[in-house]
């Protein structure tokens, strides 16, 4: 069996505390703040080719501990 672990993974995040900060900032400048929720094409792209991942640890089914998941579309990471 083929297998690929990608050890190092990187995301794009800002943590709560750049965000309390940003918010922080706004409050103190009295700026307007709008919220835009944006939907990447990534997060919803389609795969070429069929990939299967094990059970994450402590969401193993009971009794299909070897079974595997088919990816049906690109979770956010994928490399």
Same mark, same amino acid.
């Given at each position: 069996m083929f297998r690929v672990d990608f050890p190092e993974m990187f995301s794009l995040d800002g943590g709560l505390d750049t965000i309390r900060v940003l918010l922080a900032l706004i409050a103190n400048k009295w700026? +307007? &703040?709008?919220?835009?929720d944006v939907k990447p094409i990534f997060l919803n792209g389609y795969l070429r080719e069929e990939i299967y991942v094990?059970?994450?640890k402590?969401?193993?089914v009971k009794g299909e501990e +070897? +079974? &595997?998941y088919k990816l049906k579309k690109v979770p956010y990471g994928l490399k």
């Open positions: 700026w +307007k &703040v709008y919220h835009l094990e059970q994450p402590g969401f193993q +070897k +079974k &595997v």
